[in-house]
């Protein structure tokens, strides 16, 4: 049974950094795309960021020049640098696998999902 993890959420000022990870038990991990998205109440599930099995990249353009995705396969880990965060920013994060190992944008085409971890951000 495939679990994902994550953890990092917090509540910080606006301005602050935070930095989210998704552990995975999936193995090879390397062969995973791994996507971040965020829900806020009221609202739909919005891409944020993805990373494909070669390490490319992918960032809705609200987070584009803020956030940084990258990935520890050593440790089966995927990494969400948040910066400059700002209220609007405040949702639940969730992180996905893509068997496939792409970097998409839509959440059908990743088959697990984790719990989400809470972000809040206030000015």
């Known amino acids: 049974q495939v679990q994902l993890v994550e953890s990092g959420g917090g509540s910080v000022q606006a301005g602050a950094s935070l930095r989210l990870s998704c552990t995975a038990s999936v193995r090879p991990f390397k062969d995973y795309g791994v996507g971040w998205f965020r829900q806020s109440p009221g609202k739909e599930r919005e891409f944020v960021a993805a990373?494909?099995?070669?390490?490319?990249?992918n960032y809705a353009d609200s987070v584009k020049g803020r956030f940084t995705i990258s990935r520890d396969n050593a440790k089966n880990t995927v990494f969400l640098q948040m910066t400059s965060l700002q209220p609007e920013d405040t949702a639940i994060y969730y992180c996905a696998l893509d068997h496939a190992g792409n970097y998409a944008r839509f959440s059908n085409r990743y088959q697990y999902w984790g719990q989400g971890t809470q972000v809040t951000v206030y000015s």
């Open positions: 990373i494909d099995w070669e390490t490319s990249t």
